[in-house]
Protein backbone atom coordinates (compact mmCIF):
# COMPACT_ATOMS: atom_id res chain seq x y z
CA UNK A 1 0.00 0.00 0.00
CA UNK A 2 1.37 3.28 -1.22
CA UNK A 3 0.97 6.71 0.69
CA UNK A 4 1.66 10.44 -0.54
CA UNK A 5 5.61 12.06 -0.41
CA UNK A 6 6.37 12.99 2.66
CA UNK A 7 9.83 15.16 3.51
CA UNK A 8 11.32 12.48 5.17
CA UNK A 9 10.69 9.78 2.65
CA UNK A 10 13.71 11.45 0.72
CA UNK A 11 16.27 10.06 3.41
CA UNK A 12 15.68 6.58 2.71
CA UNK A 13 15.36 7.32 -1.19
CA UNK A 14 18.58 9.28 -1.08
CA UNK A 15 20.07 6.11 1.19
CA UNK A 16 18.69 3.61 -1.13
CA UNK A 17 20.26 4.76 -4.35
CA UNK A 18 23.40 5.61 -2.61
CA UNK A 19 23.51 2.21 -1.43
CA UNK A 20 23.08 0.97 -5.41
CA UNK A 21 25.44 3.25 -6.35
CA UNK A 22 28.11 1.84 -4.44
CA UNK A 23 27.50 -1.30 -5.00
CA UNK A 24 27.34 -1.27 -8.25
CA UNK A 25 31.15 0.80 -8.15
CA UNK A 26 32.46 -1.54 -5.69
CA UNK A 27 31.40 -4.70 -8.02
CA UNK A 28 32.41 -2.77 -11.30
CA UNK A 29 36.03 -1.65 -10.09
CA UNK A 30 36.97 -4.16 -7.92
CA UNK A 31 35.70 -7.04 -8.31
CA UNK A 32 34.84 -7.20 -12.17
CA UNK A 33 34.42 -10.56 -12.93
CA UNK A 34 32.15 -11.53 -9.97
CA UNK A 35 29.25 -13.69 -10.07
CA UNK A 36 25.93 -12.04 -11.63
CA UNK A 37 24.01 -13.53 -9.48
CA UNK A 38 25.85 -12.43 -6.16
CA UNK A 39 25.57 -8.47 -7.79
CA UNK A 40 22.01 -9.09 -8.59
CA UNK A 41 21.47 -10.89 -4.84
CA UNK A 42 23.66 -7.71 -3.14
CA UNK A 43 21.42 -5.36 -4.70
CA UNK A 44 18.16 -7.53 -4.16
CA UNK A 45 19.31 -7.36 -0.07
CA UNK A 46 19.43 -3.19 -0.64
CA UNK A 47 16.28 -3.19 -2.37
CA UNK A 48 15.08 -5.36 0.95
CA UNK A 49 16.11 -3.06 2.95
CA UNK A 50 14.58 -0.21 1.56
CA UNK A 51 11.23 -1.99 1.79
CA UNK A 52 11.15 -2.72 5.08
CA UNK A 53 11.34 0.77 6.24
CA UNK A 54 10.13 3.34 3.42
CA UNK A 55 6.98 3.83 1.36
CA UNK A 56 6.25 1.22 -1.51
CA UNK A 57 7.13 4.16 -4.34
CA UNK A 58 10.42 4.43 -2.87
CA UNK A 59 11.30 1.03 -2.55
CA UNK A 60 10.40 0.28 -6.16
CA UNK A 61 12.56 3.68 -6.73
CA UNK A 62 15.24 1.94 -5.95
CA UNK A 63 14.48 -1.33 -7.35
CA UNK A 64 14.25 0.47 -10.87
CA UNK A 65 17.88 1.77 -9.73
CA UNK A 66 19.08 -1.43 -8.81
CA UNK A 67 17.52 -2.92 -12.35
CA UNK A 68 19.25 -0.35 -14.30
CA UNK A 69 22.60 -0.57 -12.78
CA UNK A 70 22.28 -4.20 -12.97
CA UNK A 71 21.84 -4.09 -16.99
CA UNK A 72 24.14 -1.51 -17.78
CA UNK A 73 27.52 -2.34 -16.09
CA UNK A 74 26.70 -6.39 -15.26
CA UNK A 75 24.94 -7.75 -18.32
CA UNK A 76 26.68 -7.91 -22.20
CA UNK A 77 26.78 -5.78 -23.75
CA UNK A 78 27.88 -3.59 -20.79
CA UNK A 79 27.07 -0.03 -21.17
CA UNK A 80 23.29 -0.45 -22.96
CA UNK A 81 20.54 -1.41 -22.10
CA UNK A 82 20.74 -4.72 -24.72
CA UNK A 83 21.06 -8.28 -23.59
CA UNK A 84 23.44 -10.27 -25.76
CA UNK A 85 22.37 -13.56 -23.89
CA UNK A 86 19.14 -14.88 -23.75
CA UNK A 87 20.27 -16.68 -19.69
CA UNK A 88 20.92 -12.87 -18.68
CA UNK A 89 17.65 -11.90 -20.41
CA UNK A 90 16.10 -14.54 -17.59
CA UNK A 91 18.08 -13.32 -14.79
CA UNK A 92 17.46 -10.27 -15.36
CA UNK A 93 13.87 -10.52 -15.86
CA UNK A 94 14.05 -13.05 -12.51
CA UNK A 95 15.66 -9.83 -10.99
CA UNK A 96 13.31 -7.51 -11.60
CA UNK A 97 9.98 -9.84 -10.69
CA UNK A 98 12.03 -10.44 -7.28
CA UNK A 99 12.58 -6.95 -6.46
CA UNK A 100 9.42 -5.58 -7.28
CA UNK A 101 7.53 -8.63 -5.72
CA UNK A 102 10.22 -8.27 -2.15
CA UNK A 103 8.71 -4.62 -2.30
CA UNK A 104 5.16 -5.17 -2.93
CA UNK A 105 5.46 -7.61 -0.16
CA UNK A 106 7.44 -5.48 2.26
CA UNK A 107 5.49 -2.62 1.71
CA UNK A 108 2.39 -4.74 2.16
CA UNK A 109 3.67 -6.77 5.74
CA UNK A 110 4.26 -3.18 7.61
CA UNK A 111 1.17 -1.79 6.54
CA UNK A 112 -0.28 -5.18 7.75
CA UNK A 113 2.13 -4.20 11.09
CA UNK A 114 0.62 -0.60 11.49
CA UNK A 115 -2.62 -2.14 11.37
CA UNK A 116 -2.44 -4.32 14.03
CA UNK A 117 -0.86 -1.85 16.10
CA UNK A 118 -3.60 0.89 15.30
CA UNK A 119 -6.13 -2.03 16.50
CA UNK A 120 -4.75 -3.12 19.16
CA UNK A 121 -4.10 0.58 20.46
CA UNK A 122 -7.86 1.08 19.89
CA UNK A 123 -8.59 -2.63 21.77
CA UNK A 124 -6.25 -1.01 24.50
CA UNK A 125 -7.65 2.13 24.53
CA UNK A 126 -11.41 1.08 24.95
CA UNK A 127 -10.33 -1.32 27.33
CA UNK A 128 -9.22 1.36 29.46
CA UNK A 129 -11.85 3.42 29.21
CA UNK A 130 -13.96 0.50 30.36
CA UNK A 131 -11.37 -0.48 32.67
CA UNK A 132 -12.17 3.35 33.93
CA UNK A 133 -15.63 3.36 34.06
CA UNK A 134 -16.23 0.29 36.05
CA UNK A 135 -13.93 1.67 38.51
CA UNK A 136 -15.35 4.86 38.72
CA UNK A 137 -19.04 2.64 39.53
CA UNK A 138 -17.30 0.56 41.72
CA UNK A 139 -15.82 3.85 43.32
CA UNK A 140 -19.05 5.89 43.81
CA UNK A 141 -20.78 3.09 45.02
CA UNK A 142 -18.61 1.90 47.75
CA UNK A 143 -18.15 5.71 48.97
CA UNK A 144 -22.04 5.86 48.73
CA UNK A 145 -22.54 2.84 50.83
CA UNK A 146 -19.73 4.07 53.36
CA UNK A 147 -21.65 7.37 53.46
CA UNK A 148 -24.55 6.64 54.44
CA UNK A 149 -23.43 4.50 57.11
CA UNK A 150 -21.47 7.86 59.16
CA UNK A 151 -23.91 10.14 57.73
CA UNK A 152 -26.98 8.71 59.20
CA UNK A 153 -25.30 8.59 62.54
CA UNK A 154 -24.30 11.72 62.71
CA UNK A 155 -28.25 13.24 61.98
CA UNK A 156 -29.20 10.63 64.53
CA UNK A 157 -26.99 12.06 67.01
CA UNK A 158 -27.08 15.75 65.81
CA UNK A 159 -31.25 15.36 66.61
CA UNK A 160 -30.57 14.21 69.71
CA UNK A 161 -27.94 16.47 70.99
CA UNK A 162 -31.20 18.68 70.35
CA UNK A 163 -33.12 17.23 72.82
CA UNK A 164 -33.52 18.36 76.21
CA UNK A 165 -34.52 15.07 77.94
CA UNK A 166 -30.51 14.13 77.30
CA UNK A 167 -28.19 14.78 80.55
CA UNK A 168 -24.88 15.37 80.58
CA UNK A 169 -23.78 12.16 80.44
CA UNK A 170 -26.09 10.74 77.30
CA UNK A 171 -24.94 14.38 75.73
CA UNK A 172 -21.69 13.82 75.94
CA UNK A 173 -21.89 10.38 74.57
CA UNK A 174 -23.87 11.79 71.47
CA UNK A 175 -21.03 14.09 70.64
CA UNK A 176 -18.54 11.58 70.98
CA UNK A 177 -20.66 9.40 68.46
CA UNK A 178 -20.83 12.64 66.01
CA UNK A 179 -17.08 12.92 66.54
CA UNK A 180 -15.94 9.47 65.70
CA UNK A 181 -18.60 9.84 62.28
CA UNK A 182 -16.50 13.09 61.32
CA UNK A 183 -13.33 11.51 61.83
CA UNK A 184 -14.49 8.54 59.75
CA UNK A 185 -16.11 10.52 57.06
CA UNK A 186 -12.61 12.44 56.85
CA UNK A 187 -10.84 9.28 56.80
CA UNK A 188 -12.90 8.20 53.82
CA UNK A 189 -12.33 11.50 51.77
CA UNK A 190 -8.62 11.19 52.67
CA UNK A 191 -9.22 7.53 50.97
CA UNK A 192 -10.40 8.87 48.00
CA UNK A 193 -7.93 11.65 47.35
CA UNK A 194 -5.08 9.21 48.14
CA UNK A 195 -6.32 6.52 45.27
CA UNK A 196 -6.89 9.95 42.87
CA UNK A 197 -3.39 11.21 43.10
CA UNK A 198 -2.42 7.45 42.62
CA UNK A 199 -3.83 7.40 39.36
CA UNK A 200 -2.41 10.31 38.00
CA UNK A 201 1.01 9.47 39.00
CA UNK A 202 1.59 12.94 41.56
CA UNK A 203 2.87 10.65 44.18
CA UNK A 204 6.50 11.69 44.75
CA UNK A 205 9.08 10.17 47.48
CA UNK A 206 10.51 13.38 49.20
CA UNK A 207 13.70 11.60 50.94
CA UNK A 208 14.90 12.11 54.78
CA UNK A 209 17.33 10.90 57.46
CA UNK A 210 14.82 9.43 60.52
CA UNK A 211 14.68 6.18 62.45
CA UNK A 212 12.15 3.95 61.84
CA UNK A 213 10.69 4.21 64.95
CA UNK A 214 9.44 7.25 63.94
CA UNK A 215 7.15 6.14 61.05
CA UNK A 216 5.62 3.37 63.27
CA UNK A 217 4.90 6.48 65.41
CA UNK A 218 3.44 8.02 62.93
CA UNK A 219 1.54 5.18 61.56
CA UNK A 220 0.22 4.09 65.27
CA UNK A 221 -1.22 7.78 65.49
CA UNK A 222 -3.18 8.03 62.03
CA UNK A 223 -4.70 4.48 62.84
CA UNK A 224 -5.18 5.51 66.39
CA UNK A 225 -9.00 5.06 66.18
CA UNK A 226 -8.97 1.95 64.72
CA UNK A 227 -6.38 0.65 67.20
CA UNK A 228 -7.88 1.78 70.29
CA UNK A 229 -9.55 -1.80 71.19
CA UNK A 230 -6.77 -3.70 70.44
CA UNK A 231 -3.55 -4.53 72.05
CA UNK A 232 -0.57 -3.20 70.33
CA UNK A 233 2.99 -4.58 70.40
CA UNK A 234 6.17 -3.05 69.07
CA UNK A 235 9.32 -4.99 68.39
CA UNK A 236 12.57 -2.81 67.58
CA UNK A 237 15.18 -4.49 65.06
CA UNK A 238 16.58 -1.18 63.65
CA UNK A 239 19.76 -0.98 66.03
CA UNK A 240 20.02 2.28 66.21
CA UNK A 241 20.74 3.02 62.65
CA UNK A 242 18.96 5.84 60.93
CA UNK A 243 17.40 5.22 57.58
CA UNK A 244 16.83 7.83 54.26
CA UNK A 245 13.01 7.19 53.26
CA UNK A 246 9.92 9.28 52.84
CA UNK A 247 8.44 9.05 56.44
CA UNK A 248 5.43 10.51 55.28
CA UNK A 249 4.80 8.01 52.85
CA UNK A 250 6.07 5.29 54.54
CA UNK A 251 3.56 5.94 57.71
CA UNK A 252 0.76 6.79 55.61
CA UNK A 253 1.18 3.06 53.82
CA UNK A 254 1.78 1.33 57.36
CA UNK A 255 -1.51 2.72 58.36
CA UNK A 256 -3.59 1.53 56.28
CA UNK A 257 -2.05 -2.04 56.72
CA UNK A 258 -2.61 -1.23 60.93
CA UNK A 259 -6.21 -0.18 60.25
CA UNK A 260 -6.89 -3.21 57.94
CA UNK A 261 -5.65 -5.76 60.63
CA UNK A 262 -7.39 -3.91 63.44
CA UNK A 263 -10.67 -4.37 61.26
CA UNK A 264 -10.08 -7.71 60.63
CA UNK A 265 -9.16 -9.28 63.81
CA UNK A 266 -11.62 -9.36 67.15
CA UNK A 267 -11.51 -6.58 69.94
CA UNK A 268 -8.88 -7.00 72.24
CA UNK A 269 -6.29 -8.80 70.58
CA UNK A 270 -2.29 -8.30 69.87
CA UNK A 271 -1.45 -6.74 66.56
CA UNK A 272 2.43 -6.90 66.54
CA UNK A 273 4.30 -4.37 64.74
CA UNK A 274 8.00 -5.13 63.86
CA UNK A 275 10.60 -3.66 62.08
CA UNK A 276 14.50 -3.46 60.99
CA UNK A 277 16.73 -3.45 58.42
CA UNK A 278 17.49 -6.10 55.69
CA UNK A 279 20.08 -6.23 52.85
CA UNK A 280 16.96 -5.18 50.88
CA UNK A 281 15.97 -1.95 53.13
CA UNK A 282 13.54 -1.35 55.87
CA UNK A 283 11.42 -4.12 56.64
CA UNK A 284 8.15 -3.63 58.58
CA UNK A 285 5.60 -6.53 59.46
CA UNK A 286 2.42 -6.55 61.16
CA UNK A 287 0.72 -9.39 62.64
CA UNK A 288 -2.67 -10.31 63.83
CA UNK A 289 -4.41 -12.22 65.42
CA UNK A 290 -7.07 -12.55 62.98
CA UNK A 291 -7.66 -16.28 61.80
CA UNK A 292 -5.52 -15.83 59.13
CA UNK A 293 -5.88 -14.95 55.41
CA UNK A 294 -8.31 -17.57 52.87
CA UNK A 295 -6.85 -18.78 49.66
CA UNK A 296 -9.45 -17.57 47.69
CA UNK A 297 -9.24 -13.87 48.68
CA UNK A 298 -5.14 -13.94 48.64
CA UNK A 299 -4.53 -13.04 44.80
CA UNK A 300 -7.04 -10.01 45.25
CA UNK A 301 -6.20 -8.16 48.85
CA UNK A 302 -4.37 -5.44 47.05
CA UNK A 303 -6.92 -4.86 44.67
CA UNK A 304 -9.29 -1.58 45.03
CA UNK A 305 -12.76 -1.92 46.46
CA UNK A 306 -11.83 -5.51 47.11
CA UNK A 307 -12.97 -6.69 50.53
CA UNK A 308 -12.38 -10.27 51.70
CA UNK A 309 -14.93 -12.96 52.10
CA UNK A 310 -14.35 -12.36 55.95
CA UNK A 311 -15.23 -8.66 56.00
CA UNK A 312 -18.70 -9.40 57.28
CA UNK A 313 -17.88 -12.08 59.23
CA UNK A 314 -15.74 -9.55 60.77
CA UNK A 315 -18.18 -7.05 60.75
CA UNK A 316 -15.46 -5.16 58.77
CA UNK A 317 -16.23 -1.56 57.31
CA UNK A 318 -14.39 0.37 54.65
CA UNK A 319 -14.44 1.50 50.85
CA UNK A 320 -11.37 -1.94 50.26
CA UNK A 321 -9.30 1.30 49.16
CA UNK A 322 -6.94 0.67 51.48
CA UNK A 323 -4.27 -1.86 50.89
CA UNK A 324 -4.23 -0.45 46.67
CA UNK A 325 -3.57 2.63 48.43
CA UNK A 326 -0.70 0.90 50.44
CA UNK A 327 1.03 -0.11 47.27
CA UNK A 328 0.64 2.60 45.32
CA UNK A 329 1.88 5.00 48.24
CA UNK A 330 4.94 2.42 48.52
CA UNK A 331 5.40 2.37 44.82
CA UNK A 332 6.52 5.99 44.88
CA UNK A 333 9.41 4.32 46.72
CA UNK A 334 10.12 1.74 44.83
CA UNK A 335 9.11 -0.18 47.63
CA UNK A 336 6.74 -3.15 47.50
CA UNK A 337 3.87 -4.84 49.77
CA UNK A 338 3.17 -8.25 50.43
CA UNK A 339 0.67 -10.84 52.60
CA UNK A 340 1.08 -14.20 53.73
CA UNK A 341 -0.19 -16.30 57.08
CA UNK A 342 1.11 -16.59 60.33
CA UNK A 343 0.62 -18.73 63.45
CA UNK A 344 -2.43 -17.16 64.89
CA UNK A 345 -3.60 -14.58 61.85
CA UNK A 346 -2.07 -12.49 58.70
CA UNK A 347 1.93 -10.83 58.57
CA UNK A 348 1.53 -7.72 56.12
CA UNK A 349 5.14 -6.79 55.30
CA UNK A 350 6.03 -3.72 53.83
CA UNK A 351 9.96 -3.17 52.20
CA UNK A 352 11.36 -0.04 51.38
CA UNK A 353 14.95 0.16 49.56
CA UNK A 354 16.99 2.69 51.66
CA UNK A 355 20.02 3.70 52.77
CA UNK A 356 20.81 3.63 56.25
CA UNK A 357 23.74 4.86 58.57
CA UNK A 358 24.23 4.45 62.30
CA UNK A 359 22.13 7.64 64.56
CA UNK A 360 25.82 8.54 66.12
CA UNK A 361 26.62 9.55 62.50
CA UNK A 362 23.78 11.80 62.34
CA UNK A 363 24.61 15.64 62.78
Do not use: C
Not at 56 to 73: G, I
Not at 82 to 92: C, L
Request: hydrophobic residues 50%; negative net charge.
Amino acid sequence: MSRPFHTHDSLPLLLGSGAIAGATAIFFRWFPGANTATIALSYLLVVLFVAASAPLWVALSVSAAAVLAFNLFFLPPVGTLAIADPRHSVAWLAFLVASVVASHLSAAERHRHREAVRVLEERQRAELSERTAELKSALLASVAHDLRTPLTAIRVAASNLQGAWLDERDRSEQAGVVLTEVDRLTRLVQNVLEMARIDAGTVAAESRWVHPAEITEAALDQAERALREHRVALVDGSDDQLVNVDPRLTSAALAHVLENAAQYSRPGSMITVRHGLTAEGLLIAVEDEGGGIDPADAPHLFERFYRGGRAAHHHASGTGMGLAITRGLLAAEQGRVWAENAAAGARFSILVPVASRPMALAS
